[in-house]
T-cell receptor, first 109, second 115 residues
Framework: EDQVTQSPEALRLQEGESSSLNCSYT??????LFWYRQDPGKGPEFLFT???AGEEKEKERLKATLTKKESFLHITAPKPEDSATYLC??????????FGAGTQVVVTP | GAVVSQHPSWVICKSGTSVKIECRSL??????MFWYRQFPKQSLMLMAT?????????EQGVEKDKFLINHASLTLSTLTVTSAHPEDSSFYIC???????????FGPGTRLLVL
């Protein structure tokens, strides 16, 4: 059975304190791994799609990487506006889309 | 690009009434749309997958007669909560996928409160 596990559940950072979020997975054939950001009371906002091990993508202070077993979302020098819940999701070879539980990030000034 | 809208953004209704939520892909054609619900402090739970012009596929435990889904065009899907009850109160979110791609683009969500 496919599993998507995110860690930590919650992360509190000082402004400027870089960190990484983890998304580990077991899946029968990965078709795509996705990162989203969700603010309270809003729908998930698309960040990145990764397709194969070794792939990396960047957007402003965020960088996503992918291996055969896990993905990392690196947040470099975060600002308070980076506070959100970050969701990892994937699609397996059957086309099933599955979310992880999310990591709640709080960045304090 | 890949913007999805939902209407209404929030709705309050009396128990026993039906509520319709619209999901539109504004700048792309979504051959497949998905409906999720999300309870506080929890991740999104897939309710159903809807393909344009065909019947929706519901996840196990989701009553298809209670949550009616219509995907009449490549840019519009609707979710109707029939005879809503307080336990149906939740945050409902839709998403769309471009043909041939895997990435889902999500709407802003609809908050439903059933009194």
């Amino acid at each position: 059975e496919d599993q998507v596990t995110q860690s930590p559940e919650a992360l509190r950072l000082q402004e400027g304190e870089s960190s990484s979020l983890n998304c580990s997975y077991t899946v029968s054939g990965l078709r795509g791994l996705f990162w989203y950001r969700q603010d309270p009371g809003k729908g998930p906002e698309f960040l990145f799609t990764l397709y194969s091990a070794g792939e990396e993508k960047e957007k402003e202070r965020l960088k996503a990487t992918l291996t055969k077993k896990e993905s990392f979302l690196h947040i470099t020098a975060p600002k308070p506006e980076d506070s959100a819940t970050y969701l990892c999701a994937l699609t397996d070879s059957w086309g099933k889309f599955q979310f992880g539980a999310g990591t709640q990030v709080v960045v304090t000034p | 690009g890949a913007v999805v809208s939902q209407h209404p953004s929030w709705v309050i209704c009396k128990s026993g009434t039906s509520v319709k939520i619209e999901c539109r892909s504004l700048d792309f054609q979504a051959t497949t749309m998905f409906w999720y619900r999300q309870f506080p402090k929890q991740s999104l739970m897939l309710m159903a997958t809807s393909n344009e012009g065909s019947k929706a596929t519901y996840e196990q435990g989701v009553e298809k007669d209670k949550f009616l889904i219509n995907h009449a065009s490549l840019t519009l899907s609707t979710l109707t909560v029939t005879s809503a009850h307080p336990e149906d109160s939740s945050f409902y979110i839709c998403s769309g996928v471009l043909a041939g791609q895997e990435t889902q683009y999500f709407g802003p969500g609809t908050r439903l409160l059933v009194l």
